[in-house]
């Protein structure tokens, strides 16, 4: 039987690769992978998209510093606002660069998965060793298509012996070939579940966060290694799990106990600040630490992992097959189509560039696209990230559409940009 035929009777992680990857935008493929919308838009005032906010905090936020300036689409979901009128972007930036700012996570989708057969489940899904992780232990997760290239992420949490939480970022669904894999175990339950979050970024983040915990959980959270949770409780006794990631530190809890701790946030303006999307790009782009990319804009089914730098995300010690599999194996044959780089305009008053825009050289060839723009406060200009071809060089010159020339530095961009200026 031929590979494909047999994988879409219940095997693609046996799949070989269908297609080559290419140099697509997918904001180009569909506009709902990617807008931003002011509130008067009629597809605000329809109501039509989703919208997953169980928790209220953009309410509630509103209720304290005004309306929202707008609503950021990504993948077909709200996934955030852009800011608010009474809240403005240079207090949120302070926040997150030296104080504490509070993101709302409503956006995301999560998943619950339990059953013996659980892990085996999800390593079907993912390069990753997901049986490996332990109980309060959290990994950073790619899923993958049959091309080596990326399905969605999601944060995947054991918080027991055979129980994991998901939070999938994103275009906010079910890896594309769970069904599949469901029907490839028999004891293993997948489940909508009963949690929302949202994270802290900032230099005193895990001090604010002590501050919405019962004090006897305070100790446990500052000591809390990367990627690792653990259940605690908060000022009113309810329970959730405390998360730290490499940027940031988060709160997993039911709606109406994240509800409640939202309120402690907004009366806590002297120690953490809500920020919304704005101030959230300008912290990608200027972060040092990790490469902090969006799925479906910065990775998405058009990225091959070898050539976007999440080769680390494939775990060497995993020998079970999994969708992509085949093609993560041969990054000599399926990678090289681009690469991932910063943007740098070489004039301070550069105008921001669309997501998805194309890019070309100063000869007038195709360069590539725009994953994210925003403004970096930290070099006063417009930053951005694009996925360029490989003929585009390090250091080189790249233009936009309006004629900008914007310089090529290698990533993460700050520690780059004093080698390439």
């Known amino acids: 039987m031929n590979t494909c035929v047999k994988a879409l009777t219940g095997e693609p ?18 506009e709902w992978t990617w807008r931003q919308l002011g509130p008067e838009h009629s597809a605000i005032q329809a109501n039509f998209l989703r919208h997953n906010d169980a928790e209220k905090a953009i309410d509630l936020i509103s209720e304290r510093y005004g309306d929202p300036l707008g609503y950021c689409v990504l993948g077909g979901n709200i996934a955030c606002v852009s800011g608010w009128q009474d809240l403005d972007f240079d207090r949120q930036y302070r926040a997150v660069t030296t104080g504490a700012g509070a993101f709302p996570c409503g956006g995301m989708y999560y998943l619950h998965v339990t059953g013996c057969d659980a892990a085996r489940t999800l390593e079907l899904l993912t390069p990753r060793s997901i049986s490996r992780l332990e109980i309060g232990q959290a990994a950073f997760t790619l899923f993958t298509t049959p091309e080596g290239t990326v399905d ?20 906010t669904r079910p890896p594309s070939w ?25 230099p005193r ?36 799990w405390v998360l730290r990631t490499i940027v940031g530190i988060e709160m997993w809890g039911p709606p109406e106990v994240i509800h409640d701790v939202w309120h402690d946030i907004l009366l806590d303006s002297d120690h953490v600040m809500p920020c919304g999307w704005d101030v959230l790009a300008s912290f990608r782009l200027e972060c040092a630490q990790i490469q902090f990319f969006l799925c479906p804009l910065d990775i998405h089914r058009s ?15 995993k020998h079970s097959p999994f969708v992509g599999q085949l093609a993560l194996q041969q990054p000599e044959r399926r990678g090289g189509a681009l690469w991932m780089a910063g943007l740098v305009p070489t004039t301070v008053d550069a105008s921001r560039l669309a997501v998805g825009e194309v890019l070309h050289t100063l000869g007038g060839a195709r360069a590539g696209y725009v994953t994210t723009a925003g403004r970096s406060p ?41 080698d390439h200026s």
């Open 13 to 30: 992680w046996m799949c070989p690769p269908r297609f080559e990857v290419e140099l697509i935008s997918p904001v180009v493929a569909s």
């Open 152 to 171: 969605t992420e999601a944060i995947v949490l054991r918080d027991g012996p055979h129980s994991y939480q998901l939070s999938i970022g994103g275009d």
């Open 178 to 202: 769970l069904f599949e894999a469901l029907n490839h175990q028999l004891e293993v339950t997948v489940e909508d579940a009963n949690l929302t979050s949202f994270n802290i970024k900032g």
């Open 205 to 240: 983040r895990n001090t604010a966060m002590a501050r919405l915990v019962a004090p006897e959980c305070v100790p446990a959270i500052t000591r809390l290694p990367t990627f690792r949770g653990i259940p605690v409780r908060t000022r009113l006794g309810a329970h959730v």
């Open 303 to 317: 990225t091959y992992l070898h050539d976007v730098g999440l080769a680390h995300v494939i775990s060497r010690s």
């Open 378 to 418: 930290a070099v006063g200009r417009e930053l951005c990230f694009a996925h360029l071809s490989r003929h585009v060089v390090q250091g080189s010159l790249i233009r936009s559409e309006d004629a900008t020339a914007w310089r090529v530095v290698p990533l993460p961009i700050l520690p780059n940009l004093n």
